[in-house]
Nanobody
């Protein structure tokens, strides 16, 4: 089984920065896609950023120029660097990893980490 654990969330003032981490563990040996989603109270979950290769990276319009998705293969960790944070960025952020494990192609979600942007 594949497990994801997010960390790095918290309370930050507008204009500040946070770096979210997602540690991937378990029976996975090939990752084909990583993504970060977020969900605010009363709103549907939305895609924030996705990464398939170094030349195939997508961001939502609301975070372009402020957020960066990346991964460290040696440490089996996915990152989301968030700069110039705004109150509207407040949400629970979740990591999603698609890859091949022992049973074949899998899609796994973490439980999420809370990000609150407020003065």
């Amino acid at each position: 089984q594949v497990h994801l654990v997010e960390s790095g969330g918290g309370l930050v003032q507008p204009g500040g920065s946070l770096r979210l981490s997602c540690v991937v563990s378990g029976s996975i040996f090939s990752i084909t896609r990583i993504a970060w989603h977020r969900q605010a109270p009363g709103k549907q979950r939305e895609l924030v950023a996705s990464h398939t290769s170094s030349t195939n990276i997508d961001y939502s319009d609301s975070v372009k120029g402020r957020f960066t998705i990346s991964r460290d293969n040696a440490k089996n960790t996915v990152f989301l660097q968030m700069n110039s944070l705004k109150p509207e960025d407040t949400a629970v952020y979740s990591c999603n990893v698609v890859g091949r494990g022992r049973a074949g192609l899998t899609s796994t979600w973490g439980q999420g980490t809370q990000v609150t942007v407020s003065s």
